[in-house]
């Protein structure tokens, strides 16, 4: 009985392994709605092209060989994976070069990095992968699997990087294509090795099997060197992230709520954007305000303000502002709602008397005084600078 349950696991294995027309095909199709998407920088297209490529199938395959000792089995299942990689580079390269994008979406630059995580997550979607063909009732989970872990999209990137002659990063989704490969190899031979006895019984009494066994773990293991790298770099730059976050809550906090330093009430200064250039040391802080008077805020103030934020901060700022100028029309009274297009405002608000409207009409004039009294001043300085006769030298 146990001998004709493992002969039916074992052709249904068989069948995983075949290179046949339905590989092929799907593994071109796979390949082409992959690369497009990467192109298209599209994440749903991408998934799409994981739901369709077959690659999962030989490599429940390889694992049952592997637990089993069965060569030929592990051998046809790992030249189907061959071919289907070989297709897939191709494709891609030959995308890559007719479509000549100036620039790649970050559906490309995000599998050039692989770590830890992605081989856990591997793992995991290998376990998944052979408990789904284990037991029939859960095989509506080996899409998801296919979607978790993806095989197509990193190879696809790698051909993509090829035709770009980029091979440092190729590199990169290479490692993460040979992590996501033997991390679902290492998750389906334990998942296996547990659920069915039988086939850990003949991993034990099988010196090949053992060894095969063996020379998976220990490829898995070697990735560890550079994922763990990758992952300690990965956790490195989220942290920096966090503090640069932080510290710009801070000051953009900070310069929105103390706006007072910026010339007081008449200024009508406010922060339009805040942006940070980590580059430079010390960091430069370029804020850009908005405000109604051309000569604020001044050199003094924006010195005052810097002062203010490098003694909140462990780290010095450059504060650099620039400014500017709003010019708002004078006021008008409020629209009675009337026809179609009075329906698109707000209803009069009580509060905007013709007082209000006066007392703003009065601050408009004020405001429009004091810059045309400081454009005149300013001309005046200058008129003076270019009349002024020079010094005569001490001999």
Request: proline share 5%; charged share 20%.
């Amino acid at each position: 009985m146990e001998s004709t349950r493992l002969k039916r696991i074992h052709d249904s294995y068989k069948k995983d392994a075949q290179l046949d027309e339905v590989f092929v095909v799907l593994t071109i199709g796979a390949s082409m709605i992959a690369t497009l998407g990467l192109q298209a920088n599209s994440a749903a297209v991408v998934i799409g092209a994981m739901v369709v490529a077959p690659w999962i199938e030989p490599l429940r395959a390889s694992a049952f060989a592997v637990l089993i000792g069965d060569i030929r089995l592990l051998m046809d299942a790992l030249l189907s994976l061959f071919v289907g990689v070989f297709i897939t580079i191709l494709l891609s390269a030959l995308l890559g070069e007719v479509a000549n994008l100036p620039k790649l979406g970050s559906e490309v630059w995000d599998r050039t990095s692989p770590n830890l995580l992605d081989l856990g997550i591997a793992l995991v979607a290998g376990a998944m992968a052979i408990y789904a063909k284990l037991r029939r009732d859960a095989v509506s989970s080996l899409a998801g699997t296919a979607i978790a872990v993806a095989l197509v999209p990193p190879v696809c990137v790698m051909g993509l990087l090829i035709s770009y002659q980029n091979w440092a990063d190729a590199f990169g989704a290479g490692l993460l294509f040979a992590t996501n490969l033997l991390g679902i190899l290492s998750g389906g031979l334990v998942m296996m090795a547990w659920k069915e006895p039988s086939f850990l019984q003949r991993l034990r009494e099988s010196n090949l099997s053992a060894a095969k066994f063996l020379v998976t773990f220990g490829l898995t293991a070697l990735l560890l060197i550079p994922l763990t790298k990758q992952f300690v770099s990965l956790v490195g730059e989220k942290d920096r992230e966090q503090t640069r976050d932080q510290i710009q809550r801070t000051i953009e906090t900070f310069l929105k709520r103390e706006t007072l330093t910026f010339g007081g009430k008449e200024a009508k200064a406010k922060v339009a954007s805040l942006e940070i250039t980590w580059e430079k040391n010390p960091p430069e802080i370029l804020l850009v305000v908005l405000v109604t008077n051309p000569a604020q805020p001044s050199l003094k103030q924006v010195s005052a303000v810097q002062k203010e934020i490098n003694k909140r901060q462990e780290l010095d700022y450059q504060l650099i502002v620039q400014r500017v100028v709003v010019v708002e029309g004078p006021p008008e009274e409020p629209n009675l709602i009337t026809g179609k297009e009075g329906k698109l405002i707000k209803d009069p608000t009580p509060e905007l008397t013709t007082n209000t409207i006066k007392d703003k009409e009065e601050q408009f004039q004020t405001q429009a005084i004091g810059i045309d009294q400081e454009q005149k001043n300013m001309q005046q300085r200058t008129h003076e600078a270019t009349t002024q006769p020079a010094e005569a030298k001490t001999p």
